[in-house]
């Protein structure tokens, strides 16, 4: 946790390793993921670096790979994945990867070439046996002399007359798509101009498309036509549609022997073609044993030389040189590493890590763990934070959700959030194992502690309300008497609350949150309204007085003593002495005047009808106007001296816009003006010194620049004094609107807590209450249906819609309220080369393919 409230400290190094080490050391690196690499080469050309040909080679191997993992993917083969993460294998390993990747690849194209060439041979002799069995029918049909007609119709009277139709009339036998079919018969009657006679029967098995593997519906067709002019029009529109034709012999003897040979063929095929296969599962289970590993080493392979390209050589060609950014803490580590990755390439030259100064800033670098990420991700979503500024990560893990649940507060519905979260978090490791590709899942399941808190929150905050789905639980026994109607004013089947009169009110509170029988009474929305939006500006102004004092931390780490002096100061005691003041208002409200206390000018304590309205108050008070009260209640102030102190209050806050507007910028020209005037008189006494004037420089030898005297002014040294105006101007006006904008922003609590609580209260009485309302038997099924409709919109509307919505108003709340008054994000994240963020952007990637 020492780096989460502030990013870890980083520096600059170079490092110097031996080329034969290089290797093994940047491997360890990687294991290790703590060193983020500069590219020294920036102007070189990718295909001109030193390594270029093995991340080439490295290419081609996940390609083998790739084709492999289609493979067993086709055949739906499981992957052992066994969890484990494989070094990076040595250079001279990579040849024994090559040859092993080589000889899978041919030898699996080479058995699917055979076993493709196989299933076309077979497919053809299923069409051939299938043409010679549905051409004997198409045969005995022309043989059937009621047939005669169509004969004439072919051959003419003529052509019968001169005897032997088989001599006289040809014919064509071959198999089409089904779906051709239509189009094929339309093009032979249009063709030929009906000279042709076309009988097809369709192939009730579907045949296996031997290079794509689809099932595909085919028919036997035969045609019989007269002359060598129509058979050669009818093989073209055959070749035009992609018909296959097959010999069909026209001699019934010969056609059976076709077709046992045919069938004996066909039975050796499948013979050949189950070897086959089997040979092809053998190697593609061997190969699914190691293909997760084998991509494991493969990448590895490939991120270790990317990285080695971003190196500079030597002159001697020796040693490589590298520039990393690294955490402080974890130089021994880092030390280590390097040690290790020496020792396993033999090297006996140890590599040189040395810390180098540079001017430039260092990548922010925050130490998460699986608790904190969600709510470092929340942070980095807005703006990476400048390097070493204060983390809000750590105080919003406890702020938002707080602020969500003040907004959901309702005991029923943050139960099923927090039982939501709690499932993830102790399925935590079965749910990630899964690695789903459904990135509304993947979003909720990183977000599952967020949603385990801020669903144990929004319990705490209904309990508060003593909010149920809409109802209320009476745990310690309410503060009102039975005879409610008596002191009540009766509206319908509900009342109005009056807690003047002690008849019905007890006079002390209920121990923990409202009363339950608050969810009774008519007046509920106008106490609960008066309740929650003081609450809500109460917290707002808290929670912004807390990033303001956030601002003092980043200003004394950085040692900008003007920030603190011209901002912070002037920020503090117009927050403070406005919005803080208006804040004390309503705890004087609260415990000076009471509902049950008849205002009079003799009682102590006064009662509602004196009380002033804290709005109206806050308006008199900028507006410098007293507020009238009623006559009777003998005092228009609420303390003694009251006008008097928020005069002194406004004032000091008018004046913190002056001094924040023209103070730092005025002190930066006052800090240049010293600063050009000690330029000069040094100019002047090296001059006198060059003349032989001693005494003059050794009087003012003590003597120290302003820019010794008072350091850096918040990095403003090369901005003009113009645009220090404009921007501090900005920053004023900014900060002084916003004090007012965001504090009614914070008004969003109690609205969102009040349409939260209207809608739950809506579903009750419009969908549950209907189904308790039945009677008889028939209550307890329209119960059992009414109350799933009521638990499905419960959940989907109530807790989905309602939690996405609240969800958004607190990340805007910490966005632009709270991280606006301290938080600069203007660095950049600290990127380590590491393998296991490496490994896992691949598998997302594939994820996503």
Known sequence: MGSLFRSAEMTLCQLFLQSEAAYACVSE??????????????????????????????DEMERKLRYLEKEIKRDEIPMLDTGENPEAPQPREMIDLEATFEKLENELREVNQNAEALKRNYLELTELKQILRKTQVFFDEMADPSREEEQVTLLG?????????????????????????????????????????????????????????????????????????????????????????????????????????????????????????????????????????????????????????????????KCLIAECWVPVLDLENIQLALRRGTERSGSSVPPILNRMDTPEDPPTYNHTNKFTSAFQALIDAYGMASYREMNPTPYTIITFPFLFAVMFGDLGHGFVMALFGAWMVFKEKPLAAKKSDNEIWNIFFGGRYIILLMGCFSMYTGLIYNDVFAKSLNIFGSSWRNNINESSKIVGTEFFLDPKTTESYLGTPYPIGMDPVWQLAKNKIIFQNSFKMKISIILGILHMLFGVLMSLFNHMYFKDKLSIITEFI??????????????????????????????????????????????????????????????????????????GFQKFLFVCAIICVPWMLFAKPLMIMRGRKNAQMYAVSHQQMESATENGDAEQPMRNSNAQPPAAQAPAHGGHHEEEMSEIFIHQGIHTIEYVLGSVSHTASYLRLWALSLAHAQLSEVLWNMVLSKGLTVESWVGGIALYVIFAFWASLTVSILVLMEGLSAFLHTLRLHWVEFQSKFYKGAGYGFQPFSFEIILDAAAMAKEEV
């Not at 045949?207 to 028919?219: A, F, H, M, N, T």
């Not at 063929?265 to 499948?270: A, M």
């Not at 009808?609 to 709005?615: E, G, W």
Request: overall charge positive; proline content about 4%.
């Open 157 to 317: 009277e003529e052509g019968l007359r001169a005897g032997g139709q088989a001599l006289k009339l040809g014919f064509v036998a071959g198999v089409i798509l089904r779906e051709r079919i239509p189009a094929f018969e339309r093009m032979l009657w249009r063709a030929c101009r009906g000279n042709v006679f076309l009988r097809q029967a369709e192939i009730e098995t579907p045949l296996e498309d031997p290079s794509s593997g689809d099932q595909v519906y085919k028919s036997v067709f035969i045609i019989f036509f007269q002359g060598d002019q129509l058979k050669t029009r009818v093989k073209k529109i055959c070749e035009g549609f992609r018909a296959t034709l097959y010999p069909c012999p026209e001699a019934p003897a010969d056609r059976r022997e076709m077709a046992m040979g045919v069938m004996t063929r066909i039975e050796d095929l499948n013979t050949v073609l189950g070897q086959t296969q089997d040979h092809r599962h053998r190697v593609l289970v061997a190969a699914a044993k190691n293909i997760k590993n084998w991509f494991v080493k493969v990448r590895k392979i490939k991120a270790i030389y990317h990285t080695l390209n971003l190196f500079n050589l030597d002159v001697t060609q």
């Open 29 to 58: 690196l990687g294991e290790l993921g703590l060193v983020q690499f500069r590219d020294l080469n920036p102007d070189v050309n990718a295909f001109q670096r030193k390594f270029v040909n093995e991340v080439r080679r490295c």
């Open 570 to 643: 002037p920020q503090v005691i117009f927050l403070v002495f406005l919005f803080l003041y208006m804040v004390i208002l309503m705890f004087i409200k609260w415990f000076m005047y009471f509902a049950n206390v008849v205002d009079t000018d003799e009682d102590f304590q006064l009662g509602t009808r004196c009380a002033p309205s804290i709005l109206i108050t806050f308006i008199n008070m900028m507006l410098n106007q007293k507020t009238v009260y009623e006559p009777r209640c003998g005092t228009a102030n609420m303390y003694a001296g009251q006008l």
